[in-house]
């Protein structure tokens, strides 16, 4: 299997470089993967394909601004830095920029001082280690030196932080938004409720592989990195009982899927647990837990797009993927929708 299989050409008009005032205005396209139907309609909609005892799944990963820029204290040259995972207390794994004047050793200061990075080591991928110290509290410390981790693709400034976050983000600790869940609303979700719908919710940490292509020619060449994943007693015991008596479980996003797949034993039950996960989506996957997706439209060549084709078959994705380039949807992380049913 090869990574240009999944290559489709999408003008770069229609990456979408904003967020819709209202987040469910934005276009979605219902995929039937048995029959290959396909309807258009618009995301506010979603309710009408929903049944009473399905269950959908959110998960509640809070965006944390991880993007900060600073200077080396010995030289005062400029230095971007991503925060990707919380190794340890104040050490944190990152992807800095440039790399080279990163060195073990090398010192960077932030807000004049108000943070202060000692760089560790070199790990995995280049990525560096750093310690910080600070006086006070490092989470509002961050709220105010740092920006919202925007993809490369969206070059235009966000003004409001709030809307790279979704509605039900609770827990900090994600380098990236669970893209599809931007569409929803608290009134949105009440009416999801109101037609008898349970919502569980999971938590997975977004790292560093939204941020990173495939490069390699061979799919199963390619190395996923590992994320957090969390799974409480309640969201478990929803999830098992939906399907016990038949509803369909439903995944808000690829890191939903992602949570629930890495966690479900062979016959699909779920246990409470949190670990990390590496898991790896494409055609030939045997889904244990997930009968329904919810989630954007993914970049050419993403493991993204290797995922939902998993589920749907990669010529039934790529065709209406074409058909939604011809019809003006809109793109990537502030794009429209699709369900997958």
């Known amino acids: 299997m090869k990574t240009s299989d999944f290559y489709f050409d999408l003008p770069e008009e229609q990456i979408a470089q904003d967020p819709l005032e209202d987040r469910t205005a934005s276009r979605l396209l219902v995929l039937d993967r048995e029959t290959g139907a396909r309807e258009h309609t618009t995301f506010k909609h979603i309710v009408d394909y929903l049944r009473p005892g399905d269950c959908l799944v959110l998960n509640n990963t809070k965006v944390i601004p991880a993007r900060l820029y600073g200077e080396r204290e010995s030289t005062g040259a400029h230095i971007e830095i991503l925060l990707l995972k919380r190794r340890e207390n104040d050490i944190w794994e990152t992807l800095v920029r440039p790399g080279k004047k990163a060195r073990p050793g090398a010192r960077i200061l932030f807000g004049d001082g108000l943070l202060i ?3 560790l080591e070199i790990v995995e991928d280049g990525n560096r280690l750093i310690r910080f ?3 006070g509290i490092f989470e509002e410390i961050l709220d105010q030196l740092g920006q919202m981790p925007l993809p490369p693709y969206i070059t235009h400034e966000l003004k409001d932080k709030n809307r790279y976050q979704t509605v039900y983000a609770k827990y900090d600790g994600s380098a990236a938004a669970p893209t599809a869940g931007l569409h929803f609303t608290p009134e949105l979700l009440s009416e999801v409720r109101e037609k008898g719908v349970e919502i569980a ?17 061979n799919v199963l060449d390619h190395h ?12 478990a015991e929803k999830i098992n009982t939906a399907r016990q008596n038949g509803g369909r479980i439903i995944c808000v996003g690829t890191t939903s899927c992602r949570t629930i797949e890495s966690a479900a034993d062979e016959s699909g039950f779920l246990r409470p647990c949190s670990g990390w996960t590496d ?7 045997r889904f244990r837990v997930l009968d329904c997706l919810i989630t954007n439209f993914h970049l050419p060549e993403s493991t993204l797009l290797m995922l939902v084709s998993a ?13 939604a380039v011809e019809m003006g949807y ?3 992380s502030f794009g429209d929708a699709m ?3």
């Open 133 to 135: 110290s600070y006086e």
């Open 279 to 285: 898991i790896f989506i494409y055609p030939g996957y």
């Open 330 to 332: 809109r793109f990537f």
């Open 311 to 323: 589920l749907a078959g990669r010529e039934q994705v790529l065709s209406a993927y074409e058909e």
């Open 339 to 341: 369900f997958i049913k």
């Open 117 to 119: 990075g000692e760089v």
């Open 224 to 235: 996923m990195h590992s994320e957090y994943y969390q799974i409480t007693e309640e969201a």
């Open 201 to 217: 919710e999971v938590t997975l940490h977004v790292g560093l592989g939204t941020f990173r292509p495939v490069k390699v020619d």
